[in-house]
């Protein structure tokens, strides 16, 4: 076996356990109740672009405002639940929020949640930040996370 190849072979996966690594370590910093992710190094031209480009759709969208809504999208797995993203864009930082649709009338924002210093990775509320989290890092690995009192 070519030794390239080998090296490929036994390089992949620790490279994919710091990724992971990388990933807990920036949830663990997500303060509870944290309600907006802060994105900064992305223009609100490129966000919008990569949201269609992933299959978002737009609910309403603003380009003088620099602001967003998606329509509901539902979770992947695990919850009968959709939720929309609304985005907020100035001088190359997003603020981003989350309302859940979880029955037929209710709609509420998504809120970090955190139990005795772990977060709840398959959490109904967590699961838009972590989504979206993802979706970012196409753009940059700076967020700060934001606790704000909404409706």
């Not at 190094?41 to 380009?63: H, I, M, Q």
């Not at 405002?65 to 009968?80: P, V």
């Not at 603020?95 to 959490?123: G, M, T, V």
Request: proline content about 3%; hydrophobic content about 35%.
């Amino acid at each position: 076996m070519p030794k390239h190849i080998l090296f490929l072979i036994i390089l992949l996966p620790i490279l994919a356990i710091g990724q992971t690594k990388q990933q807990d370590s920036l949830l663990s910093t997500i303060p509870n109740d944290a309600t907006t992710i802060k994105v900064i190094g992305v223009t609100y031209k490129e966000f919008c672009l990569a949201l269609l480009d992933s299959n978002y759709n737009f609910e309403t969208r603003d380009t003088e405002l620099s602001s967003f809504k998606t329509t509901l999208g539902d979770y992947k797995k695990d919850w009968n639940c959709s939720y929309s993203i609304e985005g907020r864009f100035r001088d190359s930082i997003g603020y981003l929020k989350f309302r859940l649709k979880d029955s037929p009338i209710l709609f509420k924002y998504a809120k970090w949640q955190r139990n005795k210093k772990k977060y709840h990775e398959k959490s109904l509320y967590n699961y838009p930040f972590i989504e979206v989290i993802s979706f970012c890092k196409r753009f940059t690995d700076k967020f700060e996370f934001l606790v704000e009192k909404l409706d």
